[in-house]
């Protein structure tokens, strides 16, 4: 059982994409969530793992269960009630779910192309500018 309180929403602070979406979340979706990025934080405590971190977007409920990709979108929705709920909800049921995660691996995939991507996103992590610093 976690002693946590409130969920965590972990991103890849290295992506220029990823924090870019971030701080739109951070500005208009009002999440009970702790937003950190992977590279600054204990993943072991948190139940996840670098390769999962690196993989995808995740969210990580106060019982201690993970969530990753659209998943963890649909759950930082639900999170933030209001208008976002309905939204999160319709992310968790199939069939919209399926397509879901598709759309998430195709940006995912593509975040280095995106507006506020870099060639750095394309990399991983420990190939990236500055990984032998960590």
């Known amino acids: 059982m976690s002693s946590r309180i409130r969920p965590v929403l972990v991103y890849d602070g290295d992506c220029g994409f990823c924090s870019s979406c971030v701080e739109f979340v951070e500005r208009r979706v009002p999440t009970t969530a702790e937003i950190i990025p992977w590279q600054f934080t204990n993943l072991d405590a948190l139940g996840t793992t670098a390769q999962q971190a ?12 993970v969530d990753g990709g659209a998943q963890a ?12 709920r309905p939204l999160g909800r319709l992310l968790r049921v199939p069939p919209v779910r399926w ?3 598709a759309v998430y691996r195709l940006v995912a995939d593509n975040r280095h192309r995106l507006p506020g991507g870099t060639p750095a996103c394309a990399l991983p992590a420990w190939d990236r500018p500055g990984a032998a610093a960590r």
């Open 54 to 65: 690196q993989y995808e977007l995740v969210w990580v409920h106060p019982s201690g269960r």
């Open 73 to 84: 979108i649909a759950h930082l929705l639900i999170d933030a009630g209001g208008p976002w």
């Open 99 to 101: 397509m879901a995660h």
